[in-house]
């Protein structure tokens, strides 16, 4: 019986993944734009799915920001400045679009949240500022009431950017701010002080990375904006080490948010035939020393 077991065990492990299959969304908001929430192929940027308008009960509202908890899996988002609902933050069904306002409409205070990010605690993170106010810093963002803490000093910039811990440790606080040929910082999130790191090269449009969202390999995914009355974004990757930026393709205009949303389904592994049927021999060859053992003997 044990030989039985320690057969189905491996058959188990070979024929079903452990890792978490993962899904990556994008919503609409430059240019104040009515917002959109999409499901996005992470190795083409194509549309995988239009789920829907992200609305609170009847208002259309524009996001700028995107973030799945990591422990309860809530999506949570944040509103763009002069538009309904502005400088607010949200949580969103990933399955519909529809929306719940937290706390006060522009609770965030009176400038934009950029992008948000959760630690892998479950702190909440965003980057304030840009170009309503031409400074920006990092704060926190309570959960029950939307308030926006700052954390640390403010440091100029012409445009919001990204924002996204690595899902991997350290556990790296990324930021992109300014232009797309500016440089990929690092963000210290008890001070708020940031460090420059790598020069950005190779991004296909000359605009801004105005989001940013770390996939469960610790690779940073961003969306690359041409900051254009109609925005022309494209999903890239960036090279924490070296700034290189790899185009993969187009997401929708004017997207201005994207979020990994990880799912805990483990993904099914395809078996190779040949190893399928050494699989299948030894089960056969188990099932037979078993029955020897179980069933009677003749005399």
């Not at 790598?198 to 969202?213: D, E, K, Q």
């Amino acid at each position: 019986m044990r030989k039985l077991l320690g057969m189905s065990a491996v058959i188990a492990l070979l024929c079903g993944g452990s890792a978490s299959a993962q899904t990556l969304f994008a919503a609409t908001g430059s240019n104040g734009v009515a917002g959109t929430l999409y499901t996005i192929n992470p190795a083409t940027g194509a549309v995988a799915s239009n789920i829907g308008p992200i609305r609170i009960g009847a208002t259309s509202i524009a996001i700028t920001g995107l973030a799945f908890h990591p422990t309860n899996g809530t999506l949570y988002g944040v509103t763009v400045n002069g538009n309904n609902n502005a400088r607010s933050v949200i949580t969103i069904n990933p399955s519909t679009g529809a929306a719940t306002l937290i706390g006060a409409s522009g609770g965030l205070g009176p400038n934009p949240v950029s992008d948000i990010s959760f630690d892998n605690t479950g702190v909440l993170y965003g980057w304030r500022g840009g170009g309503d106010s031409g400074t920006t810093s990092l704060g926190t963002i309570d959960l029950n009431t939307g308030v926006f803490t700052p954390i640390g000093p403010t440091i100029s910039s012409d445009g919001g950017g990204g924002l996204a811990f690595s899902t991997v440790s350290p556990f790296t606080l990324f930021l992109s701010i300014n232009r797309s040929n500016g440089v990929l910082r690092t963000v210290n999130k008890a001070t708020g002080v940031t460090t420059a790191g790598p020069t950005l090269s190779g991004a296909p449009r000359s605009g801004t990375m105005n989001a940013l969202a770390s996939n469960n390999a610790g690779v940073i995914f961003a969306s690359n904006s041409d900051t254009a009355g109609t925005a022309f974004v494209n999903l890239v990757t960036i090279n924490t080490t070296t700034g290189a930026v790899t185009n993969i393709g187009g997401l929708p205009n004017d997207t201005d948010a994207i979020a990994f949303q990880v799912s805990s389904t483990p993904p099914t592994v395809p078996v190779p035939p040949t190893l399928l049927l050494v699989i299948t021999g030894l089960a056969c060859v188990a099932l037979y020393q078993l029955r020897g053992k179980l069933l009677p003997r003749r005399s």
